[in-house]
């Protein structure tokens, strides 16, 4: 566990990288919801079989703290009974099953609208959620050198399909009730269909993350140009 631990401290750090600012942040928990050998047990050179590990990171966060306060709109997140902001993402773990025998280091996969990409870039393989088959891993490169790959979900507002990874952000509230605003979304359509899921745009995007107040209002507006 403490690869996961040590994965899940890179991606805490990931925000100075994305939002100018150092974040400060707690793992709370990890939760394990599935683990299998990867092709079978097959072994990777000396450094033997793998397995992926599948499940959910819990953090919290000091709302009050010098490093959180600029994080936009966390004052109006719930907190817990410590006063914290807590929230959730999925984890995707692909790991030596013998830790020891594996080059003990974590390399942090930053997922491109939920998309793994580690695999793809150093194993030569296509980009698939859940690496599974022998062709999914390429070459084998990086198990054959050891590494411990990890991914976090960092957006929120990623669809929860075909194995791309999100993460459960708080609400954020006033006075107890969600805060409204309005809200615009660009989107291109690639064909001339009649209908446009808004929840899946160009599959990396589910905008009804921000559901309408009221769906028939005449303040809603389709602007086409």
């Known amino acids: 566990m403490d690869l996961l ?37 097959k072994s990777f050179g000396t450094v033997g079989a793998y397995e992926k590990i599948i499940g959910k990171v819990y953090f919290s966060i000091d709302p009050t703290h010098p490093r959180n306060v600029a994080i936009v709109d966390v004052e109006k997140a719930p907190r817990d009974a410590a006063g914290h902001v ?40 296509a980009q698939v959620p859940d690496p599974t088959n022998e062709a999914d891993f390429g070459d084998g490169f990086l198990m054959r050198q050891g590494y411990t790959l990890v991914w976090v979900g960092w957006q929120f507002d990623i669809p929860r399909r075909s194995g791309l990874m999100a993460l459960d952000a708080p609400p954020t509230l006033e006075q107890g009730q969600p805060v409204t605003s309005r809200i615009s979304t660009l989107f291109t359509p690639n064909t001339a269909d009649a209908t446009y899921p808004l929840d899946d745009m160009g599959r990396y995007a589910d905008t009804t993350r921000y559901p309408p107040v009221d769906p028939a209002s005449p303040a809603n507006a389709l602007t086409v140009r």
């Not at 994305?18 to 990867?38: G, L, M, P, Q």
């Not at 790991?95 to 998309?115: C, M, S, T």
């Open 5 to 41: 631990r040590l994965g899940c401290g890179l991606f805490a750090m990931a925000g100075v990288t994305f939002s100018n600012f150092s974040a400060h942040a707690e793992v709370t928990s990890i939760e394990i919801a599935a683990r299998a050998d990867i092709l079978g047990g």
């Open 86 to 125: 807590t929230f959730s993402a999925d984890l995707y773990v692909i790991a030596p099953k013998d830790l020891a025998r594996g080059n003990g280091v974590a390399l942090f996969d930053v997922l491109n609208r939920g998309r793994k990409n580690i695999i793809q870039q150093f194993n030569r393989a």
